[in-house]
């Protein structure tokens, strides 16, 4: 039985006042949980159309910096052609001269005086290794000391 009489417990008008203390610790957990969930990093680096990076497990977010992209036709930079994988495959020599040129006038602007600097590499999953090689090769030539391969997250 309950202490209080009866037209106390309902309200004086006949209506019901629920406890408000659940309700805020609800609305308090769903605020924690949308806070944490939430990606306020956003979208660092843009693929190419026809870039299809391979699967990782990593859990390190992509830091931005010098990118270079490997699509199946052509290697990419600021979204412009820089040579194309036929005439790159076709040459003897480890030097990607187009590549190269540009990665100079690039090492000048994502150089800092306190770190090494440093290049991106998207590579799509079905580009043979030879070319990623060239690649890697002229960046190192260029004076791109620090490499790092962009992979999708596993969902």
Known sequence: ??????????????TFKPQLTSLVDVMTILLVFLIKSFSTEGQIVTQAKDLQLPISTSEKPPRPRCAVEITRKAVLADGQVIETLDKIAGSDSLLVPPLFSWMKLERAKCTDLLKPPEVMIQCDREVEFAIVKKVMFTCSKAGFIDFSVLVLQEE
């Open 1 to 14: 039985m309950s202490i209080l009489p009866r037209n106390n417990r309902q309200g004086g008008d006949g």
